[in-house]
């Protein structure tokens, strides 16, 4: 079974950045199609961005587009999320799936996917 840890949280305040890691426990991770979902209390967990296994597709939740870039390192066994211009409502835990796709990207949906990390928390505040 695939396991995923997130890092990288912490607090910022608006306008900040940070970059989320999340690193699997198989060497083969490119296999793995991979996403960033994030989920605030009372809220409903929304998926943020999703990369292909190879890294070449992407996608963005509209909230996040040109704000948010995902990215991959597959011999490091890593995927990134860059955080940029960041705002209050983005604050909630935030954590990484995967699910075995070799070609291509699967919808955003937490239902799409397999394997979950813990979540890191993001805090956006002054």
């Known amino acids: 079974q695939l396991q995923l840890v997130e890092s990288g949280g912490g607090l910022v305040q608006p306008g900040g950045s940070l970059r989320l890691s999340c690193v699997g426990s198989v060497f083969t991770l490119g296999d793995y199609a991979i996403g960033w979902f994030r989920q605030a209390p009372g809220r409903e967990r929304e998926g943020v961005s999703c990369i292909s296994s190879s890294g070449h597709s992407t996608n963005y939740a509209p909230s996040v587009e040109g704000r948010f870039t995902i990215s991959r390192d597959n011999a490091k066994n890593t995927v990134y999320l860059q955080m940029n211009s960041l705002k209050p409502e983005d604050t909630a835990v935030y954590y990484c799936?995967?699910?075995?796709?070799?070609?291509?990207?699967?919808?955003?949906?937490?239902?799409?996917?397999?394997?979950w990390g813990q979540g890191t928390q993001v805090t956006v505040s002054s």
């Open positions: 799936a995967a699910v075995p796709l070799r070609f291509g990207l699967v919808p955003l949906l937490a239902s799409a996917f397999d394997s």
